[in-house]
């Protein structure tokens, strides 16, 4: 197949170009490239005429996004809507990557594919919007992952969680996180690899979740962390109220999958990856 990857230079658009890159043609457009949020910028799709369509731009500065509401929405929701309408003009499909924070975080429990989605900040909305978008397309995807950390580092926001709180131990820096915020950690390998299987194995259309298997407080995360790489800071557990966060976040965010363990397509445990990416980036 041809795949086109939109952000190709970002954490998880690098590790699909890897991964795809194994069995597949594949277009990698960076920002440079393509402007999702320009109807026109998204008519070079025509010139590379892919098979499939894997839309990974975003503008994720969830604070932020509450400040630049039109920007968040020229980004996150038109560019899905003109990313799944011009290929829907090719007869590509459309693969949008979404979010955990389309919920609420109410539920208690892991999020399913089949739960309704009920964003509460500018973000959340914005990408659920971006989701309705991408099925005006009927040949699509919305894969859904969270928390993610990749060898790339976040264009945007710069490295990770991970990175900076292995930057911060270093520095012997106290570190705070907060505790009280759950969610399911995604190694960008470990969601390329599922996704890879997904437009392989031609899964039927739809939502899927694939962030790691399990979940966890941001405050456990970084423990983890810190008893892989054997590091041992002065970390302290913190409320988010104690945090002055312009936007609202769902306090359990956490996803699973109903449908990927049909497939053999279930990732694994979010330990063993932040293990798998540790060796990666040499950390450990």
């Known amino acids: 197949m041809k795949i086109a990857v939109i952000g190709s230079t970002g954490q998880l658009g690098t590790d699909l170009i890897k991964t795809l890159e194994n069995g597949h043609e594949v277009v990698g457009l960076a920002h440079k490239g393509i402007e999702v949020a320009d109807y026109d910028s998204c008519l070079i799709l025509k010139e ?38 011009v290929s829907k003009e090719i007869a590509a499909t459309a ?26 900040s500018t973000y959340g909305i914005s990408k659920l919007a971006a989701e309705h978008f991408t099925r005006q397309n009927p040949k699509h995807y919305i894969v859904r992952i969270a928390s993610v950390f990749g060898k ?16 911060k131990a270093k520095k012997n820096e106290t570190i705070t996180v907060i505790d009280d915020m759950w969610m399911s950690p995604t190694y960008t390998k470990d ?12 899964l039927p259309f739809g939502v899927y979740h694939a962030t790691n298997k399990g979940y966890c407080s941001w405050y456990q995360f970084a423990q983890e962390i810190f008893q892989i790489t054997s590091l041992n800071p002065a970390l302290m557990p913190i409320k988010t ?9 769902p306090r359990f965010s956490a996803l699973t999958s109903t449908k ?10 979010w330990k ?6 540790l060796i990666e980036k040499g950390h450990i």
Do not use: W
């Open 241 to 249: 109220e104690q945090l002055s966060l312009k936007a609202r976040r």
């Open 272 to 277: 063993e990856a932040l293990r798998a990416y």
């Open 95 to 120: 693969v949008f990557i979404s979010t955990d924070y389309v919920f609420d975080g109410s539920k208690k429990e892991p999020y399913t594919e089949e739960d309704v989605p009920a964003p509460i």
């Open 191 to 202: 969601a390329a690899s599922t996704l890879k299987g997904i437009l392989e194995m031609q």
């Open 152 to 167: 790339a580092g976040a264009s945007g926001k710069g490295g990770n969680f991970v990175e900076t709180m292995i930057t």
């Open 48 to 85: 590379h005429r892919p098979d499939i369509v894997i839309n990974t731009a975003a503008f994720h500065k969830t604070d932020q996004c509450e400040e630049e509401p039109l920007k968040t929405f020229s980004v996150n929701a038109l560019g899905a809507r003109n990313v799944a309408l």
């Open 260 to 269: 990927l363990s049909r497939y053999n397509l279930e990732p694994r445990e």
